[in-house]
């Protein structure tokens, strides 16, 4: 299936995204793209997603006053007073995502509404992850910002961000656009070549002249000009063999990768609820996010075809999750959709379920430096780019891996010398405007554009 990460996938009519897809950009030569590809075949999707917390719903992005509200006088106590003493009291380094957090709101609040979805969506402990990611992935949120403006101490600033209410998405799901893009590019004359799997890259005087592929347990060699890829650092860096030191090799198997799996299930019940997605954070489930595809298109679903959710959950490739069979993955998602109070296990008529390796780079404590070697070591190949989330190992929105093509491909015709390394690097949030105050992106995988 075309597309990646951002296909769709397709189950007896149902369509679905695996995690969700919204196409909202800042980037006007992004936006133009895909007004070309697929014109009117965007609609308009009102933006709904909240919190699961503790059986109660919070805003998303978390909203201090909201969030302190909802949780009661005594947790509000807790809260407020774990803020204060880590304002008295401030962790002296901030080089991991806990360190980060907990110096911004307290231990209460980052026990509640980061630690438990952090390491759900990771698999590592939160003292074992990047302050990075949490400096690109959460902004905007202040305690003393909520508890000033709540109590008239503050006025309200119109300048501060919140979010869109609105968004584009295909009629058909994002890889709509994909099948679209590959149509053009076969009709310009270029060719798209499924099921070949990159081995080798080729080097001659100190660039690349050829990709060797398997396909069909066969060897394809491609001849090239330039090579772009946007395989992950650590696959890359293999197909380069002797052309990439020992040390080079060591840093690019170091990179880490976090799997990713749906369980699509089908319901014979509609208006499940409201929002496009909801985060998990509620303990003692494995289900990180849940998607209700229904209230993306009401094309994902066939005609009387009820409601379809995605229960996606976060894996390593080889563990006790990603090794189950398809039918306790159902059963584990069933069970869980019930013990959120969202349905009843007698209400799920059918379920698939489907699997993705490497859909997010990790920022664990060391990835930057491995990266760095690893990046120096391709500066060198003039001719071999890499672009989007995996070739980068950065955690790109859809938008940003897409601006990466395009400045690449400027800087391949020599119109430019583009930088796509800075491309969001700002860490302003994606789906922000300006407007009311105290929001926060709590490290989600955001709209592959997101979600992502």
């Known amino acids: 299936v075309i597309g990646g990460i951002s296909q769709t996938a397709c189950y007896k009519g149902y369509r679905f995204d695996i995690g969700g897809h919204r196409f909202f950009t800042k980037i006007t030569p992004v936006q133009a793209l895909w007004d070309e590809l697929l014109g009117n075949e965007f609609i308009d999707v009102p933006r709904l997603s909240r919190i699961h917390y503790d059986g109660r719903f919070f805003d998303y992005p978390l909203q201090a006053w909201n969030a302190l509200s909802g949780l009661g006088l005594i947790n509000t106590a807790r809260i407020l007073l774990s803020y204060f003493e880590a ?22 609040l980052y026990e509640i509404f980061f630690k438990t979805y952090t390491e759900k969506v990771w698999g590592l402990p939160c003292h074992e992850i990047s302050a990075e990611w949490a400096a690109q992935r959460i902004q905007g949120l202040s305690l003393t910002r909520a508890i000033l403006t709540a109590t008239s101490l503050q006025r309200r600033n119109d300048d501060i961000k919140s979010l869109i209410h609105t968004f584009k998405y295909p009629r058909l799901g994002p890889g709509q656009m994909w099948e679209a893009a590959r149509d053009r590019v076969v009709a310009l004359g270029g060719e798209v070549r499924m099921q070949h799997r990159m081995v080798t890259i080729e080097m001659t005087d100190g660039s690349a002249s050829a990709v060797i592929c398997e396909a069909d347990g066969h060897e394809v060699r491609i001849e090239a000009d330039h090579v772009i890829s946007t395989t992950d650092v650590r696959a890359l860096v293999r197909s380069l063999r002797a052309h990439a030191s020992p040390a080079v090799q060591s840093a690019g198997d170091a990179l880490r990768y976090r799997d990713f799996l749906v369980v699509a299930l089908m319901l014979d019940r509609v208006d ?6 909801i985060y998990v954070h509620t303990p003692g489930v494995k289900v990180g996010r849940i998607q209700n595809f229904n209230n993306w298109s009401n094309d994902m679903v066939p005609p009387g075809g009820g409601t379809c959710v995605g229960m996606e959950y976060f894996c390593f490739e080889g563990d006790g999750l990603w090794e189950s069979s398809d039918a306790a993955l159902q059963q584990l998602a069933t069970t869980e959709l019930e013990t959120l109070g969202l349905a009843d296990a007698a209400d799920i008529t059918d379920g698939t379920v489907v699997r993705m390796r490497k859909a997010y780079p990790i920022y664990d404590a060391h990835y930057r430096g491995h990266l760095d070697q690893v990046r120096a070591c391709i500066d060198r190949i003039p001719n071999l780019h890499t672009i989007g989330r995996n070739g980068m190992h950065k955690y790109n929105n859809q938008d940003h891996s897409m601006y990466t093509a395009m400045l690449t ?16 690097t700002d860490f302003e949030y994606h789906e922000e405007q300006r407007t009311p105050p105290s929001s926060v992106a709590v490290g989600h995988g955001s709209s592959r554009a997101t979600g992502r």
């Open 87 to 108: 304002k008295l009291r401030p962790s002296p380094v901030e080089e991991t995502f806990e360190q980060w957090v907990v110096n911004r709101f307290g231990r209460r």
């Open 272 to 277: 499940l609820f409201p929002d496009n997605w």
């Open 409 to 424: 491909v400027d800087n391949m015709l020599g119109l430019a010398t583009h930088d796509i390394w800075a491309v969001n």
